[in-house]
C-alpha cells in the first residue's frame, strides 16, 4: 500500500482519498501519477488486488478519514476479480458503501456485466483503460463528480 500526499493548497475543490486497485504496478504508478496531476483526491490509495483493498475497507470502515470517496477498480484481475470486489464490497458496512463511490477501469468495455452496481449507486463511471487525463478532466467535468465535491 502506498499513500501519496497530494497537499498543493488550490482553489480547486478535491476530495480527500481516492483508491486505486489494480494487480499491474506500472498500471497502477501511470494511473496514480493521472490522479495526482489532475488533482481529483488530496491523497491515493493503491491496493495491489481486490483481497487487499476489501481487508483494508473492512479494517478501517470506522475510520471516516481512512475510507476513500472514490474507488478506481480493474475489473480483470486474478484470483478476486473487480465483479468479485463488487460482490464483496456489498456485503460492507453501509458506513463505507455510502461514502465509497466506483470508477471502473477496464481494457474492455463490460459495462453490460455492471448494471446492477450503476443501478444501486456504487459503479458511478466507466473509463477505459489506460488512464489518461482527458479521461479525469471529463470525469471531473461529468455530474457525478460534481455531485461528490459539494
Not at 39 to 55: E, H, L, R, V, Y
Not at 81 to 100: A, C, N, Q, Y
Amino acid at each position: 500500500m502506498m499513500i501519496d500526499n497530494n497537499t498543493d493548497q488550490n482553489d480547486e475543490a478535491m476530495l480527500n482519498l481516492a483508491m486505486i486497485i489494480d494487480d499491474h504496478d506500472i498500471s497502477n504508478f501511470m494511473a496514480q501519477q493521472v490522479l495526482i496531476n489532475s488533482k481529483i483526491a488530496k491523497d491515493t490509495i493503491i491496493q495491489p488486488a481486490g483481497f487487499s483493498a476489501i481487508n483494508y475497507l473492512e479494517r478501517n470502515h470506522d475510520a471516516d478519514e481512512l475510507i476513500p470517496e472514490i474507488i478506481f477498480l480493474d475489473l480483470d484481475m486474478p484470483v478476486v476479480s473487480g465483479i468479485d470486489f463488487l460482490e464483496r464490497f456489498m456485503l460492507l458496512p453501509l458506513t463505507v458503501r455510502e461514502k465509497s463511490k466506483i470508477v471502473i477501469l477496464s481494457g474492455y468495455d463490460k459495462r453490460s456485466e455492471l448494471q446492477k452496481w450503476v443501478d444501486n449507486g456504487t459503479v458511478i463511471y466507466y473509463i477505459l483503460k489506460p488512464l489518461k487525463p482527458g479521461h479525469l478532466r471529463d470525469f471531473k467535468a461529468s455530474e457525478v463528480y460534481q455531485k461528490m465535491i459539494v
